[in-house]
Nanobody, 124 residues
Framework: QVQLVESGGGLVQAGGSLRVSCAASVRTFSAYVMGWFRQAPGKEREFVAAINWNGITTNVADSVQGRFTISRDNAEKMVYLQMNSLKPEDTAVYYC?????????????????WGQGTQVTVSS
């Protein structure tokens, strides 16, 4: 069983930066692929970024390419999403997700474990 707890959300002005974090309670964190998804009000949950088991391979959605960076610290069992140049349309609840594997995944259906989410609000 994997438990994920997000933190670091909040209110930020457009153009600002924020880093959200996800702490995993699991014996072997490096056995899991990690991802970030987000869900804005009235919209479906969408893929944001994913990272493979050792952090070497990452993938980010086109909508955040060049602004968001995903990283992980296997020793600390943490995954991070650094968000720069934030826009009002980035406002959403951000969810951390995990699944067994070595490569990264971009589909919600491929992830087995989810956190409760953290709210990110970007004001214009």
């Amino acid at each position: 069983q994997v438990q994920l707890v997000e933190s670091g959300g909040g209110l930020v002005q457009a153009g600002g930066s924020l880093r959200v974090s996800c702490a995993a309670s699991v014996r072997t964190f490096s056995a899991y692929v990690m991802g970030w998804f987000r869900q804005a009000p009235g919209k479906e949950r969408e893929f944001v970024a994913a990272i493979n088991w050792n952090g070497i391979t990452t993938n980010v959605a086109d909508s955040v390419q060049g602004r968001f960076t995903i990283s992980r610290d296997n020793a600390e069992k943490m995954v991070y999403l650094q968000m720069n140049s934030l826009k009002p349309e980035d406002t959403a609840v951000y969810y951390c997700a995990a699944t067994d594997g070595s490569i990264y995944y971009t589909e919600m259906s491929e992830y087995s474990y989810w956190g409760q989410g953290t709210q990110v609000t970007v004001s214009s």
